[in-house]
């Protein structure tokens, strides 16, 4: 499968073709609260856990077939139920725009915090302890899923 590439500019590219009114592929999430949840993982991977975030929810012995799937090709499943993403939300912001400039901001935040910081880790509930490393493939998988869910991407 191809992924997204990590790049701000392309990822923004991306995230101009998206209205407050663009209806999903699947899932219940709109448009400006499938940024704000890009934004959270964000802020979480770069220091600053949510809520759920800071334990494994896994079984230990699971995490090594997790781990598997994070190195594969595979997408991330559609219409996986999250506990730390609800699906009952206030938005944040008062404009889908506003999810985006905030979004940059984490992305920003989340570059230079493993600039400063680069052999950090972080808790995922579902890989473990991740470095950058890991965390970028993360959010590769991460953002690839959301942005075809909305028709962003292929």
């Known amino acids: 499968m191809q992924f997204i590439t ?14 407050a009114t663009t ?7 709109n448009a400006q609260r499938m940024v704000e949840h890009l934004t959270e993982m964000l802020i979480a991977s ?10 494994l929810l896994i079984p230990e012995d699971k995490l090594p077939k997790m781990l598997a799937f994070l190195d594969s090709e595979d997408p991330m499943p559609r ?5 730390f993403a609800p699906e009952v939300y206030e938005l944040k912001n008062e404009e889908l725009e506003l999810a985006i400039d905030e979004l940059v901001e984490a992305w920003l935040n989340y570059e230079e915090y493993y600039e400063t910081h680069p052999t950090a880790t972080q808790m995922h509930p579902y ?3 991740c470095d950058k490393t890991k965390w970028d493939r993360i959010h590769q998988k991460h953002f690839t899923h959301h942005f075809q869910q909305f028709g962003l991407v292929d």
């Open 23 to 29: 209806q999903p592929k699947w899932g219940t999430m």
């Open 6 to 19: 990590l790049d701000l500019e392309q990822m923004l590219q991306a995230l101009n073709k998206l209205e």
């Open 127 to 129: 890989y473990g302890m």
């Open 46 to 55: 770069a220091g600053n856990p949510i809520e759920g975030f800071n334990q």
């Open 79 to 83: 219409e996986f139920k999250a506990p």
